[in-house]
């Protein structure tokens, strides 16, 4: 995606108060050419995450995709100098990790930050539902929730070949999601060895690998299996469009997308006060 056609895409979703908001803070009507920029824009930052929007409530002028670029754009900002990122080793606990040129690279992608602005969005409301499947001839109910990854992946067995690559889609965008904005709710739950397992054959892991992968830390675990549902999406999708190209960028650099979510949720989303998202496990 050039720069254009990205700001084009952000254009679709931006809603009419967050086109006033935009215009009153910078002067300039967001048309899609400069709409990226207006982003990244320190007064628009300001206006929906600095303190005095807090204490005054302006940040409800903006709608969640809007805050959430503004978070993205927010976070090049941020790793443009910084010289390490601290990453959670156990729950609530943060160590150092060098790698924030590698985080500034993968940010230095327009078609990345809407990429990971749009995961973002998609999860402020969450689907979940029940279906149909036979279990030894006998017609069984199931329910399913797009923050629980194995239930999620139990439509694999129910669902025909075409919706396939979606389903795979989505499992690779809660792996990321959770393991990107929840971190120490993963590292808390555990998924166990059995649903550890059950995650590991529906991302048609072989079974010689499974054993080892089954006994690894959860967030490596979601790593992993993230990057084989994007890539099991890649692979049964009927046409290849640019917005999947970005998806194989994605799976290609997993970790590098969860751990600038990881800075982004930490600095801007979550809390206490959290207004963005439903908590995974209620």
């Known amino acids: 995606m050039d720069g254009i056609s990205v700001g084009s895409e952000y254009a679709e979703h931006v809603t009419e108060a967050d086109v006033r908001l935009l215009t009153t803070i910078t002067g300039l009507p967001p048309r899609p050419d400069v709409l990226p920029g207006l982003l990244a824009d320190p007064r628009v930052f300001e206006a929906i995450f600095g303190s005095a929007a807090a204490a005054s409530g302006e940040a ?135 649903n550890a397992a059950r995650l590991l054959r529906a991302a048609q892991v072989p079974a010689s690998e499974q054993e080892r992968l089954v006994a690894t830390p959860d967030i490596e675990l979601l790593e992993h299996l993230g990057t084989r549902w994007y890539r099991s999406a890649l692979a049964l999708a009927p046409v290849q469009t640019g917005r999947l190209a970005v998806v194989a960028e994605v799976a290609d650099r997993f970790r590098q997308a969860r751990r600038v979510l990881n800075h982004v949720a930490d600095r801007y989303l979550t809390g206490q006060d959290n207004p963005w998202f439903p908590a995974p496990g209620r």
């Open 60 to 194: 409800v002028l903006a709608s969640p995709f809007l805050a959430f670029a503004v978070a993205v754009h927010r976070a090049a900002t941020d790793l443009a100098t910084a010289r390490y990122v601290p990453e959670r080793s156990l729950a609530r606990q943060r160590v150092p990790v060098f790698d924030a040129p590698d985080l500034r690279d993968f940010l230095g992608s327009a078609a990345r930050r809407l990429f990971l602005t749009e995961l973002l969005n998609s999860f402020t409301r969450v689907a979940s539902g029940r279906y149909r499947v036979s279990v030894g001839g006998r017609p069984k109910t199931r329910r399913f929730s797009e923050l629980d990854p194995v239930r999620l992946a139990g439509l694999l067995d129910a669902a025909p070949e075409e919706s396939r690559p979606g389903i795979y889609r989505r499992l690779g965008d809660v792996a990321l999601f959770l393991s990107g904005v929840f971190p120490d709710y993963v590292a808390a739950r555990a998924f166990g060895p059995v």
